[in-house]
């Protein structure tokens, strides 16, 4: 069988001293699955998808990506297994001084690709999420949709295995939330595998998938 | 200017840049150039002068000869010159007329005194070829035995000190150099290390892409490197015109007759000057860029992104 991606064993965690967040969670993402990740506000969804992300250590407990135990990866090998993830971050974290285009190209130039390589294919999807004739404009220009939508893109433009969406679809109306959703679903059929946290209980009621519930720290799986 | 501090058109640049912090930068890094390379253009001309006026001195000795009540001066003096001229290694002995003398003493004396009733000492400038080992020791002692008040001075304690004295000079111009270049790591460490932390969301996210280190480094280290190396073309540029500068200044000012010229003569400078400075220069360029990329990847190490 093959090996997760993500395998929680037991993780908790806590931000400095205060109380702990997230205790005992146990969970796996298997290659090529599609998960929702759900939970009142405060839950730690994002705590969570900053756990899988290396960018928060937890306080017990293991965690392994693609295999490797967390702890143990560092240096170049935390960049490589961070190429193998698309991050759609709930407050989008856009470079304010970057144009769309360049910010949805992002990954692609920090891999040192040439940008005659890329450009087709990131002007591609950005008309596919409907940026296309909002390609040079600043993410101070765009609305909450149009920067959600770009976070979308930067995450899916590298092609990565597993993509992990923060409240992808909570700033665009139903129907392009219903768009964008089957641009996961596309993807996930290709192989990819997603995880996307959100409380939209009717954008999960579209799709026939796991759910991962957060509550007061435990994690239940809703099947 | 602005292009070549802020690197590539293209794309926009990943890193922004503080347009003051660079200006100031770029002003710091200059200016502390600049110095470097006057100081070691400085210590240049001294070390040039030094050697021109040791090797000068030392193709020449004199014999002084202070009058004795009851003899001859004149007969003396072409006697001294006479056993000069015989001894090996010698290969002039001229007697300084007593109107040149009298002239050696205006600058301390004034002119227009009348010192035809004082007892002036004469000399005799001996002309050496140092490739026949004169023994000035031998002459200088049959000097002393044959002509009273005769004595040899080969301008040895004058080389000693004048040598003691150029090499505290270049040491104290090298110090500053060294302190200069110091100085300049300092700053662009101390701008790498702001612009990073400044741009703190920038990093993490760009690492959080899969940026490497390298790639980080990269953006950051070689904007300040490129920085560093046009200010210190710019600085080590002024440097090599006020060089001359320096030199005529040290030259007016140590020429207060033409004799002097020889000492810290303006054509002492030379060309040697300016490799030194580019040297200077390039040294300053390359140790900002060492500092900057080893203080960002410091910084990286340090922290995680979140
Ligand atoms: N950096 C932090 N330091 C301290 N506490 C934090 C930090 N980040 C989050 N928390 C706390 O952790 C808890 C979980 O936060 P998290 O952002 O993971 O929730 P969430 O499920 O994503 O919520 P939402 O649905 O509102 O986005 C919250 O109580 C929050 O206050
Ligand atoms: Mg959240």
């Known amino acids: ?223 | 200017m602005q292009n070549a501090l802020h690197g590539r058109r293209g794309p926009g640049a990943l890193v922004l840049s503080d347009p003051t912090a660079t200006r100031s930068l770029f002003a710091i890094i200059a200016i502390l150039t600049f110095l470097a390379g006057l100081a070691a253009m400085g210590a240049q001309i001294v070390a040039a002068s030094s050697r021109e006026w040791r090797s000068a001195t030392a193709r020449e000795a004199t014999i002084q000869l202070r009058p004795q009540s009851g003899r001859d001066i004149e007969a003396d003096l072409a006697r001294v010159a006479a056993l000069g001229r015989s001894a090996p290694g010698v290969a002039d002995a001229r007697v300084l007329p007593k109107a040149e003398a009298e002239a050696l003493l205006e600058p301390w004396l004034g002119s227009g005194l009348d010192l035809s009733s004082l007892p002036i000492p004469r000399l005799v400038v001996l002309r050496l070829d140092l490739e026949a080992a004169p023994d000035l020791a031998a002459l200088g002692s049959r000097v002393a035995a044959e002509v009273p008040g005769a004595t040899l001075d080969d301008h040895g304690s004058w080389r000693a000190r004048l040598s003691g004295l150029a090499n505290t000079i270049i040491g104290v111009a090298a110090g500053l150099v060294v302190l200069v270049v110091a100085a300049s790591g300092i700053a662009v460490g101390f701008a790498t290390r702001g612009a990073m932390a400044g741009s703190r969301d920038v990093v993490d996210v760009l690492q959080l892409v899969g940026a490497t280190r390298r790639f980080i480094v990269r953006e950051f280290a070689l904007r300040f490197l490129r920085l560093a190396m046009l200010a210190a073309l710019c600085g080590g540029v002024a440097a090599g015109f006020a060089a001359p500068l320096l030199g005529t200044i040290a030259a007016l000012a140590s020429a207060t007759d033409g004799a002097d010229e020889a000492f810290l003569g303006a054509a002492s400078m030379g060309w040697r000057g300016y490799p030194l400075i580019a040297l200077v220069a390039a040294t300053v360029a390359a140790i900002a860029g060492f500092v900057s990329v080893a203080t960002a990847k410091r910084f990286l190490r340090q922290t995680r992104a979140t």
């Open chain 1, 1 to 223: 069988m093959e090996q997760p991606v993500v395998a929680f064993d037991a993780v908790g965690l806590r931000y400095g001293q205060g109380p702990e967040i997230l205790h005992d969670v146990s969970f796996a993402i298997e290659p090529g699955s599609f998960q929702f990740l759900t939970g009142p506000s405060g839950a730690g969804k994002t705590t969570l998808i900053r756990l899988i992300l290396l960018s928060l250590r937890p306080s017990r407990g293991l965690i392994h990506l693609f295999g490797e135990e967390a702890a143990r990866i560092s240096g170049p090998a935390l960049t490589s297994v961070r190429r193998r993830m698309g991050v759609v971050f709930q407050d989008f974290r856009l470079l304010d001084h970057l144009t769309t285009y360049e910010n949805v190209a992002l990954p692609l130039r920090v891999r040192e690709r040439e940008e005659a390589s890329y450009r087709a294919e990131v002007m591609e999807l950005l008309d596919w999420v409907g940026l296309g004739t909002r390609a040079g404009a600043m993410p101070a220009v765009l609305s909450g949709g149009e920067k959600q939508r770009a976070a979308i893109a930067r995450a899916l433009i590298a092609r990565p295995e597993l993509i992990l969406a923060d409240e992808p679809t909570g700033n665009v109306d139903p129907a392009l939330a219903r768009r964008l959703l089957r641009l996961f679903t596309e993807l996930n059929r290709l192989g990819t595998s997603v995880l996307i946290a959100t409380h939209d209980l009717a954008l999960m009621d579209q799709v026939d998938a796991h759910r991962l519930v957060l509550s007061d720290g435990q994690l239940y799986s809703d099947a």
